[in-house]
């Protein structure tokens, strides 16, 4: 018997060769699902909440939290401690169903974490075409989204297996 075991994404909590205590994150399988490996660890421990909503589509770790948004554009924060637990954090913004498939992110942006939706059309021979992004953060209280106008002097680059901000500043002539 031959098993293939899919993992479309990985995240490091910090740099292993700066950090001796670090946690591995992944999203694997058919129904994009999470587990994470400690540092240490010999095991992959699953959190179990993901295997009911399943099809996570990113994770990022921010301000040594673990996050995950769904496909609904649901955010939710998984501890990775003792005992692996996923607790709700925020329904997506709202949006018009007319949009189209939406495809979310999520972005660390000097210590906040902003969501990206990515709205894409079909176009003939199923394919897709970006049509537009859309950037919210949820407000202090985490019960509100606020759309970002602009990410000052932050560039953002979007991938299917992770995302990456830098500062404009550190690039300048």
């Not at 490091?12 to 994150?25: E, G, I, K, Q, T």
């Amino acid at each position: 018997m031959f098993v293939t075991l899919l993992f479309t994404e990985a995240m490091l909590s910090a740099d292993p060769s700066l950090a001796a205590d670090f946690v591995v994150a992944i999203i694997y399988g058919v129904n994009e699902n999470i587990a994470f490996c400690r540092s240490g660890d010999v095991d992959w421990p699953l959190i179990d909440e993901s295997l009911k909503h399943s099809r996570y589509k990113d994770i990022m770790f921010c301000a040594g939290k673990l996050y995950v948004v769904d496909r609904m554009g649901r955010i939710s924060i998984c501890n990775v401690a003792n005992t692996p637990t996923m607790i709700h954090l925020a329904d997506p913004p709202q949006i018009s169903s007319w949009m189209g498939y939406k495809q979310w992110y999520l972005a660390s942006l000097n210590e906040e974490l902003p969501m990206v939706a990515r709205y894409r059309k079909v176009i003939p021979d199923f394919e897709y075409k970006t049509d537009r992004f859309d950037v919210d953060e949820l407000d202090a209280n985490g019960t509100n989204w606020l759309k970002l106008e602009n990410l000052a002097d932050q560039i953002l680059f979007l991938g299917w297996n992770s995302s990456l901000t830098i500062s404009a500043k550190n690039y300048t002539k």
